[in-house]
């Protein structure tokens, strides 16, 4: 039992979260994605809008850390419109919201005054659409006709790519892939993701969405990549305000936005690949 204890600790401290608590957690939203999306997909959307507002707010806070003044009332009630536009309304709802509430925000700034103007407006600007506007692409591939399948598709890119990114970079990794950004990230790690996840999504391109594997597999390379870049992003965003996590809401994760982060990124750009292979495949 000991043995197992130390292993596990040297787990934790080389990826740089506690494993277990980790995967709990992990399992438990998976639980709760498939069960909406598969039954009442209003849920799914709830659930989904839910997790995004907690993440906006995770990152309202840290930004009140630094002195950047940005009210979650106004970014979570836009952020809010812009997410139900999207599922009620599609790409045009998304479309006209964020651009409807991006004016109305800035207005907002506007009447504080000028000093500071350009910092919080560019704060505010940016809660806006990180977490919230891209997080609309996943409501766009939840309403389709196929959205159970373009859910679980995106569910296999992110997973795929953080368990085996997690799994090779404990074991295997050496070279820091951005060590002035997220240290504990490997070359290693980035590779066994970059496989894993395109095997994964050839076969759900294939079986899932009857595309030819070798589409999968390029959907998964594209994918891995938003993945990474969600990740850093959100590590640099971290490094900049000096804080380890947007916050403790789940155990093994941190934040919110520390769970979500990959897939915010990744889900424009899987929404994309399937407009492409839409209109020319």
């Given at each position: 039992?000991?043995?197992?204890?130390?292993?596990?600790?040297?787990?934790?401290?080389?990826?740089?979260?506690?494993?277990?608590?980790?995967?709990?957690?992990?399992?438990?939203?998976?639980?709760?994605?498939?069960?909406?999306?598969?039954?009442?997909?209003?849920?799914?959307?709830?659930?989904?809008?839910?997790?995004?507002?907690?993440?906006?707010?995770?990152?309202?806070?840290?930004?009140?850390?630094?002195?950047?003044?940005?009210?979650?009332?106004?970014?979570?009630?836009?952020?809010?419109?812009?997410?139900?536009?999207?599922?009620?309304?599609?790409?045009?709802?998304?479309?006209?919201?964020?651009?409807?509430?991006?004016?109305?925000?800035?207005?907002?700034?506007?009447?504080?005054?000028?000093?500071?103007?350009?910092?919080?407006?560019?704060?505010?600007?940016?809660?806006?659409?990180?977490?919230?506007?891209?997080?609309?692409?996943?409501?766009?591939?939840?309403?389709?006709?196929?959205?159970?399948e373009y859910i679980t598709t995106l569910v296999i890119l992110v997973g795929c790519n953080d368990t085996f990114a997690y799994v090779t970079g404990v074991l295997l990794g050496k070279h820091p892939l951005a060590p002035k950004i997220s240290p504990k990230k490997s070359w290693e790690g980035f590779i066994g993701g970059l496989v894993f996840t395109s095997l994964g999504s050839a076969l759900a391109f294939y079986y899932l969405l009857n595309h030819h594997p070798y589409v999968g597999a390029l959907a998964?390379?594209?994918?891995?990549?938003?993945?990474?870049?969600?990740?850093?992003?959100?590590?640099?965003?971290?490094?900049?305000?000096?804080?380890?996590?947007?916050?403790?809401?789940?155990?093994?994760?941190?934040?919110?936005?520390?769970?979500?982060?990959?897939?915010?990124?990744?889900?424009?750009?899987?929404?994309?690949?399937?407009?492409?292979?839409?209109?020319?495949?």
């Open positions: 039992m000991s043995d197992l204890h130390s292993i596990n600790e040297a787990i934790n401290k080389k990826a740089g979260r506690k494993l277990i608590p980790s995967i709990l957690v992990s399992l438990f939203l998976l639980a709760v994605i498939f069960l909406t999306i598969a039954f009442i997909p209003s849920l799914f959307a709830i659930f989904v809008g839910a997790a995004v507002l907690l993440a906006t707010r995770e990152l309202v806070a840290a930004f009140h850390a630094r002195g950047i003044e940005v009210r979650f009332a106004q970014i979570g009630t836009a952020t809010a419109a812009v997410l139900a536009s999207a599922w009620f309304a599609g790409l045009s709802g998304l479309s006209i919201s964020i651009v409807v509430a991006m004016i109305t925000l800035l207005f907002l700034q506007l009447l504080k005054g000028v000093e500071g103007f350009v910092k919080n407006a560019t704060g505010t600007t940016f809660a806006l659409l990180y977490p919230g506007f891209v997080a609309g692409f996943i409501f766009l591939l939840a309403r389709s006709e196929s959205g159970f998964g390379c594209l994918g891995v990549l938003a993945a990474t870049v969600g990740d850093l992003v959100e590590s640099a965003i971290k490094r900049d305000l000096s804080i380890k996590d947007m916050g403790t809401l789940l155990p093994g994760h941190g934040g919110m936005l520390d769970r979500i982060d990959s897939a915010l990124i990744t889900a424009p750009v899987l929404w994309c690949v399937i407009e492409v292979l839409k209109r020319f495949a």
